[in-house]
């Protein structure tokens, strides 16, 4: 939608909303800042304040807390579209050709720029990239100006392989495959405690945690169906190592799923133990398989990215019995 603002032309969307009973007691502003993708609970409060969103067809407070059946309207004006600066960062690239890179991402690295974090992400490091090659300009923008290339991601405590599409034919190649669920994706992640099976699957349904709506949970209902398929690789005294296969893709996904079963991922302060016995700086979670169809040559690839030091070093201390 077009708006007049002075003697310029904004564009608007207008977002709706029912009140069902797994948000009644919700604040209007962590329930827009939740349901409207990319943008914080602080900038929902301003919207608000400026008379931008009404429940019931009445401006509200940012605090008010909604019932079910409140109908909630939101306003919301596209952002001012920020420059991602390219910044001289070494990136872990595996393979580079005319339509996509591979990228193995170091664990404490943000995948693409959002708001209060617009440096030293892997968008920045390709923009720098990019920029140099002198037979390509830009990259993809179907996902916008801050998350140029970008198909999909992986958490910033995830260390591992992420492919990058450098133009529009093979984005949405990529992310039709995503959606279809017939890219690989084999991850590698240390768990808290031995496994009593040498092999399963967790299939379930994950939505916000009702407890705490910045987490991810396993929820009965008003949840995305989610499957992993896991087995061991290797069992320690008191841990166990396994590959996890993603069949679908949702938010922390093998994180909530480990959990779920009772053998978090080590290092995982969100959803395993707050007290960790090892200093990873992260959870030990690796994206290590990624294959799809190439864009262009129509055929199977697959690349694989080395588990990082800090990883091998626990799995070391583990196999001598040190720990």
């Known amino acids: 939608m077009r708006v007049g603002h002075g003697n310029r032309v904004i564009f608007v969307e207008v977002k709706k909303f029912e009140i069902g009973i797994e948000d009644a007691g919700e604040r209007l502003d962590c ?17 608000i304040e400026e008379g931008h969103c009404k429940v019931n067809e009445k401006n509200a407070k940012p605090r008010l807390k909604l019932r079910e059946g409140d109908r909630v309207e939101a306003v919301i004006p596209d952002p001012v579209p920020l420059e ?17 890179i591979i990228i193995n991402k170091p664990q404490g690295m943000v995948v693409h720029p959002s708001h209060g974090n617009y440096s030293g992400t892997v968008v ?7 920029k140099s090659l002198s037979d390509y300009n830009s990259l993809t923008g179907i996902n916008g100006v801050m ?17 990058v599409a450098k133009n529009n034919e093979a984005h949405l190649s990529l992310s039709e495959q995503l959606k279809e669920h017939t890219i690989t994706r084999k991850y590698t992640a240390l768990l808290e405690g031995r496994l009593k099976t040498d092999s399963g699957t967790a299939d379930t349904l994950i939505g916000r945690n009702p407890k705490n709506r910045k987490q991810m949970a ?7 169906r989610a499957v992993t398929h896991y087995r061991v690789l290797e069992s320690f005294e008191n841990h166990t190592l396994i590959e996890a296969v993603l069949e679908t893709g949702r938010t922390h996904q093998i994180r909530v799923h480990m959990a779920y079963l009772g053998h978090p991922v080590v290092g995982d302060t969100v ?26 040559k129509k055929e199977y690839v697959e690349f694989e990215a080395p588990i990082p030091e800090y990883f091998e070093k626990v799995l070391r201390l583990l196999r001598n019995g040190r720990l």
């Open 218 to 224: 396993v929820v009965s209902e008003n949840g995305k």
């Open 271 to 296: 959803y395993g133990f707050k007290k960790q016995r090892f200093d990873t700086k992260g959870q030990l979670l690796h994206a290590r398989v990624l294959g799809f169809i190439h864009p262009t």
């Open 124 to 130: 920045n490091a390709l923009m720098g990239h990019c």
């Open 84 to 100: 991602v600066e390219p910044e001289k960062i070494d990136l872990d690239i595996i393979y580079e050709d005319n339509d996509i």
């Open 147 to 163: 998350r140029p290339g970008i198909v999909h991601r992986i958490d910033k405590d995830t260390s591992g392989i992420i492919v």
């Open 31 to 47: 329930f827009l800042s939740e349901k409207v993708e990319g943008y914080s609970r602080t900038y929902m409060q301003k919207l």
